[in-house]
């Protein structure tokens, strides 16, 4: 649980890792109406650092080390959404939680 909410692993881990160095964020933020609306979104993460960083966590469960095209086509609709670059946690990025801390040291501070 992250938040208080259902996480896998790497995203459990994750919010471990951001809160280690003390980021505020919010898991899982719905655009476009999430899940409920067609073409909605959840975006994973939305990490302050200062600056907002978007945060999407693929683990090898359901992305297996590689993004599919809806994947791809997500990621470029929230960027353009969030004017924002999309910052992606891949599983073997944060399988641990030594992992997730070294993953959030390199891609987000």
Do not use: C
């Not at 899982?28 to 979104?41: K, S």
């Not at 200062?50 to 945060?55: A, E, K």
């Amino acid at each position: 649980m992250v938040r208080r909410k259902r996480a896998s692993l790497n995203e459990y881990n994750l919010g471990n890792a951001l809160d280690y160095f003390e980021l505020p964020f919010i898991f899982q933020v719905y655009f476009m109406g999430g899940h409920r609306v067609r073409g909605g979104q959840v975006l994973d993460f939305l990490v302050f650092a200062p600056l907002v960083v978007p945060v999407q966590v693929y683990g090898d469960y359901w992305h297996r080390g590689q993004m599919s095209a809806k994947d791809r086509l997500n990621i470029i609709e929230l960027e353009q959404f969030l004017k924002r670059e999309i910052v992606i946690i891949w599983g073997n990025e944060s399988d641990t939680y030594n992992q997730a801390v070294a993953a959030v040291r390199k891609k987000i501070l």
